[in-house]
């Protein structure tokens, strides 16, 4: 197999072992070539990212995972000077901007490591590359590693994908709480010294071993006060066919949405994880999302008049986000709301918002629990169109 032949097979087997490795293909953004995807860069811009895997040869055998040792798959690996070359061309012709590495546990933790740290550093060494990348760090990573990591990545990432212990040996059985955890913290002591300047991130599988959204949420919150991470992704499980867990049900991909949507509360809008709104059997509401859930459980808050209520108070109307809460504050200095037109101007969401705020003393919402009755005979809509 030539490294262009390996290119189109480690791109495509990218999607099971990277940060969004379970999100719908159609959400990554336009491919223009094998391992080209555009997320967002840290400008907010688009950003062609050349994403793919080192090797998918795999001495693990998580009962998830297509790439388990298990399985008798085409297998392939790239040495470093193939991947720096391939990079290096797409990279001239203008067609990435960035470069996100991961790789399967091929030969072991130490030799996986070692050949994405080589070829990151022939990067920025030989070629004197200075742009962006992300790096995958293997579970079990030393300090080492981790610090070599640091001072070639713009961040790194080591996938936890369950909440605790016990739900890990379920579906990584070689992976060991510790061997995570101790990587994050070297990562975030790298972070404080100045290194990784876009941070370090984790992803959860979401519904692979039972778990539930309160155990997550016990998680991340550590995850963010402890290690520092700047981003959490949350990727629902999709049984795959061929593995020990190929008749598992999916997760329904809303349950995704909840948790994304629940996570931006803890990371914009200052809530803490034991406000969120889980329900029986500790999960968020399906058909709901967090933040009205959470309004429709504090009658006695609301409704707010928005002409007086602080910033803090205005965060937590649905409907309305950091952006509108400065203009509404900028504007009412200087004029009064009376219209719900007013607000919409400024980009709230009045359908969800008009429930819970007055204008100048006037309420434009409807009786709640006649809106909580409408929203869950809604059937949940599964975005499997997308796949
Ligand atoms: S470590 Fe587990 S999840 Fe990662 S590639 Fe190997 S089998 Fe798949």
Redesign the pocket.
Same mark, same amino acid.
């Given at each position: 197999m030539d490294a262009e032949q390996k290119l189109e097979l480690l791109a495509d087997d990218a999607r099971?072992?990277s940060c969004d490795s379970f999100t719908p293909r159609k959400r990554k953004g336009k491919q223009t070539g094998p391992g080209i995807t555009t997320t967002q860069g840290a400008n907010g811009k688009p950003m062609a990212l050349f994403r793919l895997l080192q090797s998918?040869s795999?001495?693990?055998?998580?009962p998830?995972?297509?790439? $388990? $040792?298990s399985n008798d798959i085409e297998r392939a690996t790239l040495e470093p000077e193939e991947l720096s070359t391939l990079f290096m061309q797409r990279h001239e012709q203008g067609a990435v901007q960035g470069l996100f590495l991961s790789s399967?546990?091929a030969g072991g933790v130490r030799p996986a490591m070692g050949r994405m740290l080589d070829t990151v550093e022939l990067l920025r060494v030989r070629y004197q590359y200075t742009g962006y990348v992300h790096l995958k760090l293997m579970p079990g990573a030393r300090a080492d590693e981790v610090e070599r990591a640091a001072k070639l990545a713009d961040r790194v990432s080591i996938?936890l994908?369950a909440p605790n212990g016990d739900r890990m040996k379920q579906i990584?059985p070689? $992976?060991g709480w510790s061997t995570v955890l101790e990587p994050m913290a070297y990562a975030r002591d790298q972070q404080e010294a100045g290194e990784l300047t876009s941070g370090q991130a984790t992803q959860f599988v979401v519904g692979a071993s039972g778990e539930s959204d309160r155990e997550i949420f016990d998680a991340t919150t550590r995850m963010y006060r402890e290690f520092k991470l700047r981003r959490v992704y949350f990727n629902a499980f999709r049984p795959q066919a061929g593995t020990p867990m190929a008749e598992h049900a999916a997760t329904p991909f809303v349950r995704q949405q909840r948790l994304q949507e629940a996570d931006w509360l803890l990371r914009h809008y200052g809530f803490k994880a034991d406000e969120l709104p889980f329900e029986s059997g500790d999960n968020l509401p399906l058909q709901i999302d967090p933040k009205f859930a959470w309004a429709l459980h504090h009658p006695e808050i609301f409704p707010i008049e928005v002409q007086t209520a602080d910033r803090e108070m205005l965060l937590r109307v649905p409907g309305i986000g950091p952006i509108s809460v400065e203009r509404i504050l900028a504007m009412r200095r200087s004029a009064k709301f009376r219209e719900l037109d007013h607000l919409r101007k400024l980009g709230v969401v009045v359908d969800k918002a008009r429930h819970f705020l007055t204008l100048d003393g006037r309420f434009f919402g409807n009786d709640t629990t006649q809106v909580v009755a409408r929203l869950r005979a809604k059937p949940i809509v599964e975005q499997l169109s997308l796949w």
């Amino acid at each position: 197999m030539d490294a262009e032949q390996k290119l189109e097979l480690l791109a495509d087997d990218a999607r099971f072992e990277s940060c969004d490795s379970f999100t719908p293909r159609k959400r990554k953004g336009k491919q223009t070539g094998p391992g080209i995807t555009t997320t967002q860069g840290a400008n907010g811009k688009p950003m062609a990212l050349f994403r793919l895997l080192q090797s998918n040869s795999c001495e693990w055998d998580c009962p998830y995972c297509p790439l $388990r $040792r298990s399985n008798d798959i085409e297998r392939a690996t790239l040495e470093p000077e193939e991947l720096s070359t391939l990079f290096m061309q797409r990279h001239e012709q203008g067609a990435v901007q960035g470069l996100f590495l991961s790789s399967a546990v091929a030969g072991g933790v130490r030799p996986a490591m070692g050949r994405m740290l080589d070829t990151v550093e022939l990067l920025r060494v030989r070629y004197q590359y200075t742009g962006y990348v992300h790096l995958k760090l293997m579970p079990g990573a030393r300090a080492d590693e981790v610090e070599r990591a640091a001072k070639l990545a713009d961040r790194v990432s080591i996938n936890l994908e369950a909440p605790n212990g016990d739900r890990m040996k379920q579906i990584s059985p070689e $992976r060991g709480w510790s061997t995570v955890l101790e990587p994050m913290a070297y990562a975030r002591d790298q972070q404080e010294a100045g290194e990784l300047t876009s941070g370090q991130a984790t992803q959860f599988v979401v519904g692979a071993s039972g778990e539930s959204d309160r155990e997550i949420f016990d998680a991340t919150t550590r995850m963010y006060r402890e290690f520092k991470l700047r981003r959490v992704y949350f990727n629902a499980f999709r049984p795959q066919a061929g593995t020990p867990m190929a008749e598992h049900a999916a997760t329904p991909f809303v349950r995704q949405q909840r948790l994304q949507e629940a996570d931006w509360l803890l990371r914009h809008y200052g809530f803490k994880a034991d406000e969120l709104p889980f329900e029986s059997g500790d999960n968020l509401p399906l058909q709901i999302d967090p933040k009205f859930a959470w309004a429709l459980h504090h009658p006695e808050i609301f409704p707010i008049e928005v002409q007086t209520a602080d910033r803090e108070m205005l965060l937590r109307v649905p409907g309305i986000g950091p952006i509108s809460v400065e203009r509404i504050l900028a504007m009412r200095r200087s004029a009064k709301f009376r219209e719900l037109d007013h607000l919409r101007k400024l980009g709230v969401v009045v359908d969800k918002a008009r429930h819970f705020l007055t204008l100048d003393g006037r309420f434009f919402g409807n009786d709640t629990t006649q809106v909580v009755a409408r929203l869950r005979a809604k059937p949940i809509v599964e975005q499997l169109s997308l796949w």
